[in-house]
């Protein structure tokens, strides 16, 4: 039986935030579908179980399925169950997920990933209110509330013949929209506040964020939303325990590459910040660090060689999980090696936009005008093809 108490579902003081909570308590007693969509990582799931939890369904099973995940000859099992002998290694009769919501709420994660045919099957589900079980003679009648959610877009998935329309709008009942974490920036530091304190390890602080560093957090355009953000907290918070982060104490190798991108601009726009950078460049600074170790060194127990070696095994690591090479022993130019990773992600964005400068743009969360000089910069227009519009 389901036992959350969700009073406060979607974390956030901005307006979409507040406004989605408003609906969220004004449809949860609906037995109405509801279809909840979103880019990945926005909280989708939460969404639903709290429609669940503030519903007078809250008592019952809130089952959650992901469509995506589930291989294709055994979705309708999955969903529907099934019946002893009905195929190979149907040893037992199976009860399926809408017979298990019975009386509750059933969650179809990524419903734009289903077949046609599974569509078909579900949508007279949603008309009928009953499950046909696979080898069954009989159909079982189910009280469910259907939630479903999808990170695509169903019209443009319906004019592409992927998604049968006479389904969208039969889910498509109570829309709920979770916003991008980029469109509401506000939020970022009371969500750093939450996952550090939901992160901090037994008996430690949770970390914080310097206003220098926590600037760069808001002005990063998260492209995998909440999610990221949730497993950045968790990453600093393994690695700098009860710690204050700043700008300059952070190696680039533990952010992702657009907010290396914010930290190298903002530390080249600051060079004085950079005179006790012990970390950023790979590496713990030995000398000049001692009046500031538990503050700039993560490994603050071991011996200073030690602490150095561990440093700089775990950022080896982290390199290699995320691409990036690491530091020579001839060294570099970390100039010249951020210009690379600044040009290279410039080039990825205008293929993606097929070179459309103001998608560009947005997609880097930089200036129209701050893009072209870039553009200029790394003679990106000869050989490139650009749309100015």
């Not at 469509?67 to 195929?87: D, N, Q």
Request: glycine share 6%; hydrophobic share 40%.
């Amino acid at each position: 039986m389901a036992t959350h108490q969700v009073l406060h579902p979607f974390i956030g003081a901005s307006t979409s935030a507040e406004a989605l909570r408003a609906l969220i308590a004004r449809v949860a007693s609906s037995t109405a579908t509801a279809l909840i969509t979103g880019e990945s990582g926005t909280g989708k799931e939460l969404v639903a179980r709290a429609l669940h939890d503030q519903s007078d369904r809250s008592q019952a099973n809130f089952v959650p399925i992901n469509c995506a995940a589930i291989p294709t000859g055994l979705v309708e099992s999955e969903l529907f169950g099934h019946r002893k002998g009905s195929f190979t290694g149907a040893m037992t009769d199976r009860i399926g997920r809408f017979e298990l919501a019975n009386g509750g709420t059933i969650f179809l994660d990524e419903i734009g990933d289903l077949s046609l045919d599974m569509q078909v099957k579900l949508l007279r589900v949603l008309q009928e209110r009953s499950v046909d079980p696979v080898g069954g003679t009989k159909s079982v009648p189910v009280d469910v509330r259907v939630v479903a959610a999808t990170h695509r877009d169903l019209e443009q998935e319906i004019v592409a013949g992927r998604f049968r329309e006479d389904l969208y709008y039969r889910l498509n009942v109570l829309p709920l929209n979770t916003p991008a974490l980029r469109q509401r920036s506000q939020d970022v530091p009371v969500l750093l506040a939450h996952f550090a304190t939901h992160f901090a390890q037994k008996g430690q602080t949770p970390i914080s964020f310097a206003a220098d560093f926590l600037g760069a957090l808001q002005d990063y355009a998260w492209p995998g939303n909440v999610r990221e953000l949730s497993n950045l907290v968790d990453r600093f918070s393994t690695l700098f325990s009860g710690q204050q982060l700043k700008m300059n104490t952070v190696p680039p190798s533990l952010l992702p590459k657009g907010l290396q991108l914010i930290q190298a601009e903002r530390l080249a726009a600051s060079p004085s910040d950079n005179a006790d950078l012990p970390v950023v460049a790979g590496a713990v600074s030995i000398e000049n660090h001692s009046a500031n170790a538990d503050v700039m060194n993560p490994f603050a127990n071991p011996a200073p060689d030690q602490a150095l070696d561990a440093h700089n095994e775990v950022e080896h690591i982290i390199m290699l999980a995320q691409g990036l090479p690491s530091l020579p022993p001839e060294g570099l130019s970390l100039k010249d090696r951020l210009a690379d990773i600044e040009r290279d992600l410039i080039v990825q964005a205008l293929q993606r936009t097929d070179g459309n400068v103001s998608q560009t743009a947005r997609l880097l969360n930089l200036q129209r005008t701050t893009l072209i000089e870039k553009l200029n910069k790394y003679d990106l227009r000869q050989g490139t093809i650009l749309n100015n519009s």
